[in-house]
């Protein structure tokens, strides 16, 4: 079945790789001036850091390009949003018609009372979130998979964490929690027919756009719209729980109850794996950076993630043999005083435990 795609004109394209070329421009030159330059003025904090750097040209750039080149990129005559919204009646038709196929494959629940941590920002300066309107499901799309953060394939990470949980643990059944549109939901089942694949989020938006997805890869995968905190989902049916983003999207509070409904859901010896940014290697410039960019993105909880102790979090919620590794290479995860990157970039770990048998 060939994939049903948006219209996305030269005009947009354009636009859209002009903004790309910029944000190079911030990844390479602009981040290595300025790291260099925070790392000679030796602060003692990345609050003290951030007071200092505000006085560099340079950093100023930078954090102006990192919070309004993303504004550019969802708006304006040839952003992502206008762009989707011009052909919305085509974009939701799509999706009504994927919904009318297998639909005991897409549980959606009208009635499901959004979290006000989820609706209160716009996360990523995405206006209006991902979970108002069907066409959002499309922008988010074209934006995931055009500018993923590092610059590099956007499904590679994908198709690691997938061929990762499916060798190393072998689920017959498998739950993704913040699922989005499917993008690790989709690997698994590729890299796995047998694996059984829930996803689950809060989006109707996504997941009717992960269904869609879903149908035209040919593959069976349910997808349910609940809070990754209390599902429906039956206890004891899953063999893994997995996430993949989502942690940093929640507050403390939501993270020990998405902890704690996944050792409900998993059955003995079952595995939870949640793929984020728990880590800012680079000491205070890291922090520094990494601060910085959740306070320009809109990422209100992502400093809580970074300075929480997720092994502990995973133990307080019964989990045991517990390790940080480092996605892409499933080596232990460094320390936060690791050497940073000589581009900007995030850096990925996967949190593992076990359920007791
Ligand atoms: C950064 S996105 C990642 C989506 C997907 N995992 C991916 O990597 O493409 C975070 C996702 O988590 C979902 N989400 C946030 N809070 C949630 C919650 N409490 N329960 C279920 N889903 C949630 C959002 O709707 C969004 O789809």
């Known amino acids: 079945m060939n994939p049903f795609t948006p219209e996305i004109g030269f005009a947009d394209h354009v636009y859209q790789s002009y903004l790309q070329g910029l944000k190079l421009h911030w990844k390479n030159e602009l981040y290595a001036s300025v790291i260099a330059k925070a790392a000679q003025s030796g602060q003692p904090t990345p609050q003290a850091l951030e007071t200092e750097m505000r006085k560099a040209p340079d950093y100023r750039l930078y954090g102006w390009l990192e919070r309004h080149l993303q504004q550019f990129k969802y708006q304006g005559r040839h952003g992502m949003l206008p762009v989707m919204q011009g052909q919305s009646e085509a974009l939701i038709a799509a999706l009504d018609e994927a919904a009318r196929r297998h639909p005991e494959r897409l549980q959606l629940d009208p009635a499901l009372v959004l979290p006000h941590y989820y609706t209160a920002p716009d996360f990523h300066q995405h206006p209006g979130g991902v979970w108002s309107d069907d066409i959002d499901a499309f922008a988010y799309e074209w934006g995931a998979n055009a500018f993923s953060f590092s610059m590099a394939a956007a499904d590679r990470p994908y198709r690691w964490m997938a061929q990762y949980l499916t060798q190393r643990f072998a689920p017959a059944s498998l739950v993704d929690m913040g699922c989005g549109f499917g993008k690790l939901c989709i690997p698994v089942k590729q890299i796995s027919p047998s694996t059984e694949v829930v996803g689950v989020d809060l989006a109707a938006p996504l997941l009717r756009l992960a269904h869609l997805r879903s149908l035209e890869a040919g593959l069976d995968i ?113 320390h936060d005083d690791a050497p940073i990157a000589p581009t900007r970039t995030h850096t990925f770990t996967v949190v593992i435990g076990r359920k007791p048998a």
Do not use: C
Not at 237 to 261: G, K, R
Not at 265 to 273: D, H, I, K, T
Not at 282 to 301: I, Y
């Open 222 to 334: 349910r997808y349910v719209q609940a809070n990754a905190e209390h599902t429906p989902l039956a206890a004891r049916s899953f063999d893994a729980v997995v996430s993949y983003w989502l942690l940093h999207e929640l507050p403390a509070e939501a993270t020990a109850n998405v902890l704690t409904e996944a050792m409900r859901l998993l059955r003995p010896g079952g595995v939870v794996a949640h793929f984020d940014m728990h880590t800012a290697p680079g000491g205070v410039v890291g922090e520094f950076l990494h601060m910085g960019h959740a306070a320009r993105n809109n990422e209100p909880f992502l400093p809580g993630l970074v300075g929480a102790d997720m092994k502990k979090a995973l133990a307080d919620a019964g989990f045991v043999d517990i390790e940080l590794v480092e996605a892409m290479t499933g080596d232990a995860a460094q």
